[in-house]
C-alpha cells in the first residue's frame, strides 16, 4: 500500500492515495481509517506527514475526526449544484433522484429588527415575516430554512396557506419579479438549532447559505438563510478567467 515517491510533497501524494483508495473501496464510508501508527506504516510516510495529509483531508471534508474515537470516512455529498443560477433546493433533490418535501416549523409576522430595515430598506410600520422550514429527501431532514420577507410582497392567505414556493408566492401579483441573488456560504460546525433539527451528529458539519434575492428594481425583497448538511450537499462556481 505504500506510496511511489514522485516530485510532489509527500503529504500531496499521501492524500491522493487516500483518495484513491476510498474511489477503489478500500475504505468505505463512514468506515473507521486505521489508527496513526497504523496508517503511516501501511504507506511508508512519518505521522508528521500523515497528519498534515488528514487535516487536508479533513478540510475537504473527506474524513472526520472524532475526539477519543477515530477517524472517519465522510459520506459523499448526494446532492451538488452550481450557484451560478438560481434553483431551488427541490430542484437539487430532484435531480439527485429522491423525492423533496417540507415541514413548516414556524411562521410569524412582526415589527422589523433594525437589521431588517437596513436590508429591506422599510420602515418602522413594515410588517417582516419570518419562516423557518425545514427541507426533506425521502423524509429524511437535510436542510433547514430561515426566510425572511416583507409582508407587502406576498400574498395576504400566503401564511395560512403554508405550502407553495416563497418565489411564486412573491411573483404571484405579477408586479414583481425575483431577478438574482448575492449569495455569502460560509462552514459551520455544530449548530445549536439547526444541527438536532437535521438529526447531525456533533462532528457533522453544516454549509450555510445567505442570501440576498433581489427584484427588477433592485430591491431586496427575500433574505433567505439556509443550513446544509455538508455531509449531503456540495456546491461549485464556474469561474472564467477575464
Do not use: W
Request: net charge negative; glycine share 4%.
Amino acid at each position: 500500500m505504500s506510496i511511489k515517491v514522485d516530485q510532489r510533497h509527500l503529504y500531496l501524494q499521501v492524500i491522493d492515495r487516500i483518495k484513491q483508495d476510498i474511489d477503489n473501496g478500500v475504505f468505505k464510508e463512514k468506515e473507521k481509517l486505521p489508527s496513526e501508527f497504523e496508517l503511516a506504516k501501511m504507506l511508508g510516510v512519518s505521522r508528521a506527514t500523515l497528519r498534515e495529509a488528514l487535516r487536508l483531508l479533513e478540510e475537504e471534508n473527506i474524513i472526520v475526526r472524532r475526539h477519543g474515537v477515530g477517524t472517519f470516512i465522510n459520506s459523499k455529498p448526494v446532492f451538488t449544484s452550481g450557484i451560478e443560477q438560481l434553483s431551488s433546493v427541490s430542484s437539487m433533490i430532484k435531480q439527485g433522484g429522491m423525492e423533496p418535501g417540507v415541514i413548516y416549523l414556524s411562521s410569524l409576522q412582526s415589527l422589523p429588527t433594525e437589521e431588517d430595515m437596513e436590508r429591506f430598506d422599510c420602515s418602522e410600520e413594515d410588517l417582516i415575516v419570518t419562516i423557518e422550514r425545514v427541507r426533506t429527501a425521502n423524509g429524511d431532514p437535510v436542510v433547514y430554512c430561515v426566510d425572511k420577507v416583507p409582508a407587502k410582497y406576498l400574498p395576504e392567505d400566503y401564511l395560512s396557506r403554508r405550502e407553495g414556493s416563497l418565489f411564486s408566492a412573491l411573483e404571484q401579483s405579477g408586479e414583481l419579479r425575483v431577478s438574482h441573488a448575492v449569495t455569502f456560504i460560509d462552514p459551520m460546525g455544530y449548530h445549536d438549532v439547526a444541527s438536532p433539527t437535521l438529526n447531525c451528529e456533533p462532528e457533522t458539519a453544516l454549509l450555510v447559505l445567505k442570501q440576498l434575492h433581489y427584484d427588477e428594481q433592485d430591491r431586496v425583497v427575500l433574505y433567505s438563510k439556509n443550513y446544509f448538511r455538508a455531509d449531503k450537499f456540495s456546491f461549485h462556481v464556474i469561474r472564467k478567467r477575464v
